[in-house]
């Protein structure tokens, strides 16, 4: 009778668990039936991190472009590197003598490629270099941009991209992340140019305002700039009905950095003779360092994931590579290289996925949402790891591109996830709180869709399900 009714309980228990699994798949199937935009594809991979268990998978092993969700595989390797902490740093050196309020010699800013360096950063420095005994730099500014390549696109990125402001020229030395940001305000009169303000200024780029105010006959609101002539005059024009706000990249980031750095020591009455120039700064007896800028791994970290920041994400895989190798100057490729490292810990073998770039913008990129799992799971199982990942990511309905998502439903406030988007590319991935107090791993990859309002309704539908 004992056996008899253990093996009751046994049979009981394994039709509840069979059961289960059977009605959620069932749930899924019916929800990706009703749901999915129609002409489109999408992979889905669950993974129940409290019961260490596969919930459901669709075409899990499918290959499908990551968008910005590459982005977490970039942090979760960066992040379980040894030196993971270790802040981006800017430094000031000079060589030489300062003689009678002159340096005989010439200033260097190493750049460490440091994504968040701005003006605060910028006016530090300038700042820095006034508190020395002397006005007059009788040499050079020169900077150091020799930790990356000169590749300043990723790999397979489009050329058409520039001159919109997610895509910045990756340099070692950035400033306000090589971007100028308009504010148009319309006038009080109509058909009147509006009143633009322009940040950072420089007189690194020239400004052209052809704007009209509630004017609806001047066209759409637009800012943009000679980008195919590689020039820097930023044109402002159409109509400005209300405030509006646009932003355009620099060509050529490193030298907005240095034009605008030598902008800033002649507004503090500091002459510098020979301008500025690049070459590689080589520390001797007669270097002196004069200050450093820094910028915590965190703050770096959580624009990626709360803003989708690209400019963020390449200035953490190419630092990746630099203290992986040991070497000072790297590409991209060592970057790569890390998480390639990873995913084969991980059990994927190179030939099976495809990376090009650390942000997702590059067309090239091709993952699974199997892979995608994975690096999520595992990322789950370091603690402390996971605690700065989950920290950053977006939260549904609270903030980054999260914000205003998943909104009325169970899943607000419990899903914490990383968007990926851009032209017939909609994704999803990240962690969720289920109602039972399971914690979730999940991957959304949609496919071929032309409506991201579809996409992200057909995502959002799948992260209530898991919830509740």
């Given amino acids: 009778m004992k056996k008899l009714s253990c093996l009751l309980l046994l049979t009981v228990c394994f039709s509840t668990v069979v059961w289960g699994q059977t009605a959620l798949t069932s749930k899924f199937d019916s929800l990706i039936a ?20 596969p919930l459901y998978t669709y075409r899990d092993k499918h290959l499908a472009h990551p968008a910005s969700t590459m982005k977490l595989l970039t942090t979760i390797t960066a992040l ?18 300062i003689e009678h309020d002159t340096l005989q010699g010439d200033l260097y800013v190493v750049g460490g490629f440091d994504p968040e360096f701005g003006e605060k950063g910028m006016m530090a420095l300038v700042d820095d270099i006034a508190t020395l005994p002397c006005s007059v730099i009788n040499g050079r500014v020169y900077g150091d941009v020799s930790m990356k390549d000169s590749l300043y696109f990723g790999n397979g990125w489009l050329w058409d991209d520039t001159p919109f402001a ?13 971007v100028v940001t308009v504010t148009a305000t319309p006038s009080t009169q109509q058909g009147a140019k509006a009143r633009l303000t322009v940040k950072p200024a420089s007189t690194y780029y020239t400004l052209s305002n052809q ?38 990249n620099m060509r050529s980031s490193q030298d907005f950095f240095m034009h605008t750095l030598l902008d800033r020591l002649r507004s503090k009455g500091i002459a510098v003779t020979e301008g500025y120039a690049y070459t590689e700064f080589r520390k001797d007896s007669a270097s002196v360092q004069v200050s450093s800028w820094e910028t915590p791994v965190a703050e770096v970290v959580e624009k990626i994931m709360k803003e989708s920041d690209n400019l963020n994400a390449e200035a953490m895989l190419y630092r990746m590579g630099a203290q992986a190798t040991g070497r000072k100057y790297v590409s991209a490729t060592d970057g790569i290289a890390e998480i390639i490292k990873l995913a084969t810990q991980l059990g994927y073998q190179p030939d099976t996925y495809k990376i090009a770039d650390g942000s997702g913008l590059s067309r090239y990129d091709y993952l699974s949402p199997a892979l995608l799992l994975d690096f999520l799971v595992y990322a789950y199982s370091q603690t402390e790891l996971f605690q700065k ?11 980054g591109t999260l914000k205003h998502r998943m909104k009325a439903g169970k899943a ?38 032309l409506s991201p309002a579809k996409a992200r309704a057909f995502q959002d539908a799948v992260c209530e399900l898991l919830v509740d």
């Fill in 34 to 53: 009703r749901l999915l935009p129609s002409g489109s594809e999408a992979g889905i991979a669950v993974y129940d991190l409290t019961e260490r268990k």
């Fill in 80 to 97: 379980s590197q040894p030196d993971s902490d270790k802040p981006f740093r800017t430094e000031l050196w000079y060589q030489g003598v």
């Fill in 166 to 178: 997610y895509q910045p020229y990756l340099s070692p030395l950035m400033y306000e992340k090589g």
């Fill in 211 to 248: 704007t009209q105010s509630r004017t609806s006959g001047a066209g759409k609101f637009i800012v943009t700039r000679n980008w195919l002539s590689d020039g820097n005059h930023i044109t402002v024009a159409g109509n400005v009905q209300h405030t509006q706000r646009d932003a355009v």
């Fill in 389 to 399: 990942l989950y920290k950053a990511l977006p939260i549904a309905g609270i903030d």
């Fill in 412 to 449: 607000y406030k419990r899903v914490h996830a990383k968007t990926g988007s851009y032209t017939g590319i909609n994704a999803l991935a990240g962690y969720l709180k289920a109602s039972n107090g399971h914690d979730i791993a999940f991957v959304i990859m949609n496919q071929n869709v």
